[in-house]
């Protein structure tokens, strides 16, 4: 007999305040569109959550209190722009969508933690995955994922984690974060050369705990499925994580503006399905994916309903 998995979409209307400005690709229609996508497909065993306020002390998990400190500070006044760098631009509700970002990758945990989802999806903005321990870059402000890990070990006792990132472009904030920490490991596809320029195989970790493929301008399917079925999957198996963290970025489709892959729905559906096979091995089935990349509005938008549909899937009974 099989029963339909539960699968919790965590979200916050704050995450639609976050204003990048005219042209920005980050923008608020990356998120409406995500929602609408997943209204529309019904997905079964769909439940929706409101994300709650990252505290300073769960950013301080990861990230350093000067840096925590700043950008809760920061005001910015109505109707204006704050450059941080050439990529990060804040508005008045940019720090509150940060905020809610990294609270909804904690939800997300204690949902999967407490057994009250099978999976979770946060979709939110801003990313998070270029966010370094002491600074914000890449549109990113706070690594959610790495605050999400963090906190599956202060509050759940979850010590060894893992975290696939499947985004074009390189998590360097999370491989930061991850670095020293053996129990801690980062496996990544990307395509090379790209922003920010890491993720070279022969970045490895400081207990070879990281792992990435880059992938060259032009890879598509083949090369994808090539470098997860041969090098990555493998190495999350063997690391035997007690939960898996996904930074979901679909921005090496073939339509995205920002990166010259050529991946389609179907391979994050296919990626989707063979990470959370390794959850139902190792992980007790506890998986949770954070929105990271994806700036092709219909793109966008299909894959994430791919993404999520196979995170649920059906389990048996």
């Known amino acids: 007999m099989l029963r339909i998995m539960t699968i ?76 941080l760098d050439a990529d990060t631009v804040l508005s008045t509700g940019s720090v509150e969508a940060a905020l809610r970002a990294a609270g909804a990758v904690i939800r997300a945990v204690d949902l999967v933690a407490e057994d009250k989802a099978h999976a979770a999806f946060a979709a939110v903005r801003p990313p998070g995955h270029h966010a370094e321990p002491d600074r914000a870059m890449g549109f990113c402000l706070f690594n959610s994922v790495a ?47 790209l922003y920010p320029g890491s993720g070279a195989r022969h970045e490895r970790g400081a207990a070879g705990n990281i792992a990435n493929a880059p992938l060259a301008p032009g890879s598509g399917s083949r090369e994808f499925r090539q470098a997860w079925s041969r090098d990555l999957l493998p190495a999350i198996d063997a690391f035997v994580p007690v939960l898996l963290l996904v930074s979901a970025g679909f921005d090496a489709h073939a339509s995205d503006p920002l990166a010259q892959m050529r991946l389609h729905a179907e391979d994050y559906a296919w990626l989707t399905r063979e990470l959370v096979a390794l959850a139902q091995k190792h992980c007790g ?21 791919a993404h999520v549909e196979a995170l649920g899937g059906r389990a048996q009974a």
Not at 14 to 20: I, K, N, Q, R, S
Not at 287 to 295: D, P, W
């Open 8 to 83: 919790a979409v965590i979200t916050h209307p704050a995450c639609l305040t976050h204003d990048t400005g005219p042209g920005h690709p980050e923008r608020i229609e990356r998120l409406r569109a995500v929602l609408d996508a997943l209204d529309l497909a019904e997905i079964p065993g769909l439940i929706r959550e409101e994300a709650p306020r990252a505290s300073a002390d769960q950013l301080a998990a990861v990230h350093t209190r000067a840096h925590v400190d700043a950008l809760l500070a920061l005001h910015v006044g109505e109707g204006e722009h704050a450059a």
């Open 285 to 305: 089935g506890r998986i949770v994916s954070t929105l990271e990349g994806g700036y092709d509005l219909a793109a966008l938008a299909e894959c994430a309903v």
């Open 147 to 193: 605050v999400g890990a963090m906190h599956a070990r202060s509050r759940h006792g979850l010590v060894r984690i893992a975290v696939a990132d499947f985004d074009v472009h390189h998590g360097n904030g999370t491989q930061a974060a991850f670095w020293d920490d053996p129990a801690l490991f980062f496996a990544s596809t990307h395509q090379s050369p």
